[in-house]
């Protein structure tokens, strides 16, 4: 089975210094590592491969130059060959043109080296948190997906049923392959690079593909996206609170509980 | 680039096995607030198998949504993304909407992706406001890396959608008069539908879910062990209120993944959150931040959740949870 992961590069801390005058993330110095979404994605991958002999795991990441070594990252975990996409007009794309590209990448690699049986993304980012790209990659493909997939209990070359975290329960889906699939943390626990993968990652040729070879429709992507980001900001801060009054718990808890009647919580 | 002729803001409801989900009110009063400015009416669609839309339909249709497309059939008894988007695509291909709003739930979210590919729409994710601009487009206000930055977004071309987090607008009430329902035709020979959906468990458990909780109440570290979540329930249950964690504690295993708030886990934004034995690492700060009134109860006033709360309670946990519990139960009487 051919399987493709998509990863993005992504801050590696939550707390992210932001510079004030234009409301943007200070990217110099900024730590970065591979989404930890994309890393069960990865995990998933792999272990779908050792499951289905003669399967192969391809990475695909859409970003800047740096986002190489996240592509790395996947490679020294187990992953056969990392792909980058990259090119100037393809900046500013939102969500759903970036996931565009990837169906475009997807494509051209099934001609390259045989049909992509399935496509494996994690949830969302941690960046810009749409959750979209995964079911927008479906759209695009016109392949089946499910999204926040916490288990896929059975796996052969033509199916794949998969069981997704709703906010009430699970849902059991059937899936015809090809398919794409976006995972939720759970669903496995990611291994750590051996230090033979990581010295192979280290001299693996990552690939990079620009408009040149994917050729895009590009009335869809970059500049042409259907959406922009007009501004970014901090939020606002919150006032500051109050400390809850009295000595032994039983007067805080009065206190409290008066509060938060008088809020109409009670 | 693409015009959108269309007219009217549509809102789509979310109905699990034969439940209403009240995410629908919020998007009539997030549709209302921008009807106000663009005066096109304001619609609503609900999605369900043969027989089970009728009472939703209704519904909606009293609280304020001028008329309320039904598409009812077998094959939308269960969400499948593929059904539902191609459903929904034909409807719009019909009544020219200009702008539609679902919810940013599991179901909503994939939804709205896979439809706004089918229709070449613009989309804004998990937007916490809407407004107009001053061309007339969608503006949306969206928190991304962690709640760090608010973005302010705005869709340029085509038909304009967005996915609304829940809890960001109020549920709104009654209107005055009621909408009509309109049967809508549901046809999927053009499909080519290849998915199955093929069976659902419900959450055995009957707790409130998290996301759409106007209340919740989270334990962390400080509970001490996974026994300490007793607590955690007994005040969620005094209070009427869903049970969060830390990713800590559902790291060690002390709560499932489906209670966890926070960057990896759910963004929450409920009326009150009780952060009980939560230090308050970004992580965590990034799911709940927004909530209107934070408790926190920690032994350690200098951490970041005693200084993000509006009512800090310094103590022990064991002691104060149960003082306060007594206390809700003293004055209920």
Avoid at chain 1, 156 to 175: N, P
Wanted: aromatic share 4%.
């Amino acid at each position: 089975m051919n399987i493709v992961v998509c990863v993005k590069q992504t801050p590696a801390s939550a707390n992210l210094p932001i510079d004030l005058a234009t409301g943007r993330i200070k990217t110099e110095g900024l730590q970065l590592g591979v989404n930890p979404f994309d890393e069960y994605a990865i995990e998933e991958a792999l272990r779908l491969k050792e499951r289905l002999p003669g399967s192969s795991v391809s990475v695909l990441s859409f970003g800047a130059a740096a986002a190489e070594e996240a592509l790395r990252s996947a490679l020294a975990l187990g992953c056969d060959e990392g792909i980058l996409l990259y090119d100037p007009a393809f900046e500013q794309s939102d969500s759903l043109a970036t996931a565009h590209l990837l169906c475009a990448a997807v494509r051209k690699l099934s001609k390259a080296k045989g049909a992509v049986a399935l496509v494996l993304c994690g949830k969302q980012t941690n960046d810009g948190e749409s959750g979209q790209v995964g079911a927008a990659l479906g759209a695009w493909l016109d392949w089946p997906a499910a999204s926040c997939v916490k288990k896929i209990p059975q796996a052969d070359d033509s199916k794949i049923v998969v069981e997704r975290l709703m906010e009430d329960g699970v849902d059991t889906v059937e899936l015809p392959l090809p398919a794409v699939v976006s995972v939720i943390k759970g669903i496995n626990e990611p291994r750590l690079p051996s230090l033979k993968g990581k010295m192979a990652a280290k001299k693996a040729v990552v690939a990079r593909w620009g408009q040149a070879e994917l050729a895009a429709d590009v009335s869809q992507i970059g500049a042409s996206s259907a959406s922009v980001v007009v501004k970014t900001a901090p939020p606002e801060t919150r006032s500051a609170g109050m400390t809850v009054p009295g000595g032994s718990p039983e007067e805080k808890a009065a206190f409290l509980v008066q509060k938060l009647k008088e809020l109409k919580f009670i | 680039m693409a015009e959108n002729p269309g007219k009217g803001i549509w809102c789509v409801a979310e109905l699990r096995h034969g439940a209403l989900v009240p995410t629908i009110f919020e998007l009539l009063s997030a549709a209302r607030s921008l009807d106000q400015v663009s005066k096109e009416g304001v619609c609503a669609v609900v999605l369900g198998g043969p027989g089970k839309t009728a009472p939703a339909a209704k519904e909606i249709a009293s609280r304020g949504a001028q008329r309320v497309f039904v598409l009812e059939h077998a094959l939308l008894d269960g969400f499948l993304e593929e059904a539902y988007a191609r459903a929904l695509k034909d409807l719009i291909e019909r009544e020219k909407p200009s702008k539609i709003l679902l919810p940013a739930s599991v179901a909503g979210r994939s939804l709205a992706a896979r439809l706004a590919v089918a229709c070449r729409a613009g989309l804004l994710g998990d937007v916490t406001a809407v407004a107009l601009d001053s061309s007339g487009n969608l503006e949306a206000l969206r928190p991304c890396y962690g709640g760090n930055l608010l973005a302010t977004v705005a869709v340029r071309r085509g038909l304009q959608m967005a996915t609304v987090r829940p809890m960001a607008f109020p549920r709104a009430a009654q209107a005055s008069s009621s909408g009509e329902v309109v049967a809508a035709p549901v046809d999927p020979s053009s499909w080519g539908l290849r998915g199955r959906f093929a069976g659902f468990a419900p959450e055995e458990s009957k707790e409130i879910d998290l996301s759409s909780a106007e209340k919740i109440v989270s334990g962390g570290r400080g509970l001490g062990s996974a026994k300490g979540f007793e607590l955690i329930r007994d005040l969620a249950h005094a209070l009427g209120a869903a049970v969060g964690a830390s990713r800590a504690v559902v790291d060690s295993g002390w709560i499932a993944y489906r209670h966890q708030v926070g960057l990896t886990g759910r963004a929450v934004r409920p009326k009150l959150y009780v952060a009980c034995g939560i230090s308050g690492q970004v992580q965590h700060l990034a799911g709940m931040s927004s909530s209107d009134v934070i408790v926190a109860i920690n032994s350690d006033p200098q951490c970041p959740m005693m200084k993000l709360a509006n009512f800090a309670v310094q103590g022990d946990l064991h002691q104060i949870i149960p003082a306060v519990v007594a206390e809700i139960k003293k004055q209920r009487g």
